[in-house]
């Protein structure tokens, strides 16, 4: 009988090569050189075992379709994506693991010394429009969200908008760009998903790779 395939997504850059080791943990390896090849499907030591290379947004994507079992994922990514779905009502991916790698801070900012709370109707800058339009509507801000793909430091530098929602590690950016954080919406790391049906059909899989990786990853 053939072995059930199982297809893993991962996020690209950063997070990669954080994640290597806990695949490993899991005896889960690539076969050729994920960090410096070009590829974005590779094989891996179990013939019936799959990696994708993708960005973080698509990794909930092919996720939530079901055309990756499992995914790696900023819980950024992860917000944005159920955010959405609450218009939706479709919710088709568990959150497994925290594993406490790529750790950073999603946050508000803006030029510096320039914070105005009076302001009644106020522009945001993020790739985050989802959280954005839920974080002011809780708040109670009337806020104009503007979608950008990346450089939102410059938004309120070139006067596109009064504040950004963005990601913050060391805080370097921001002050390079002469913009403070201002406050914080949510504490970041990478999770482990599962697309729900995957769960089901694939349980012993995952689950006996989500019992690998736990050990190495918990506190
Ligand atoms: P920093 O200057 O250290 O505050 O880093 C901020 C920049 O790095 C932001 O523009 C983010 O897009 C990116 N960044 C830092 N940490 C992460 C992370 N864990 N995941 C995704 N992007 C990150």
Redesign the pocket.
């Known amino acids: 009988m053939t072995q059930t395939q199982l297809t893993i997504a991962l996020t690209k850059?950063?997070?990669l090569k954080e994640t290597l080791p806990l695949l490993k943990a899991a005896d889960i390896e690539p076969i050729d050189d994920i960090l410096s090849s070009r590829k974005l499907l590779f094989e891996t030591n179990h013939p019936h075992i799959r990696l994708m290379i993708l960005r973080?947004s698509d990794v909930t994507t092919y996720v939530r379709f079901g055309t990756a079992d499992m995914g790696i994922a900023?819980k950024?990514m992860l917000m944005e994506h159920l955010a959405e779905d609450n218009h939706s009502k479709d919710k088709g991916i568990y959150e497994l693991l925290d594993l406490n790698?790529?750790?950073?801070r999603l946050m508000t900012a803006g030029l510096k010394g320039q914070r105005s709370d009076g302001l009644k109707r106020i522009r945001v800058a993020t790739k985050f429009t989802e959280i954005a339009e839920q974080y002011y509507a809780e708040k109670g801000v009337q806020a104009e969200i503007i979608k950008l793909y990346?450089a939102?430091?410059l938004a309120p530098v070139m006067g596109l908008a009064d504040e950004i929602i963005?990601?913050?590690?060391?805080?370097?950016?921001?002050?390079?760009n002469g913009l403070e954080p201002w406050d914080s919406i949510a504490d970041?790391?990478?999770r482990l998903i599962a697309n729900k049906a995957s769960m089901k059909m694939k349980h012993e899989m995952i689950k006996s790779i989500v019992e690998k990786i736990r050990p190495v990853v918990a506190g």
């Open positions: 850059g950063r997070i973080g900023g950024d790698i790529a750790k950073c990346g939102m430091e963005d990601i913050v590690d060391t805080g370097n950016t921001l002050k390079a970041i790391s990478s």
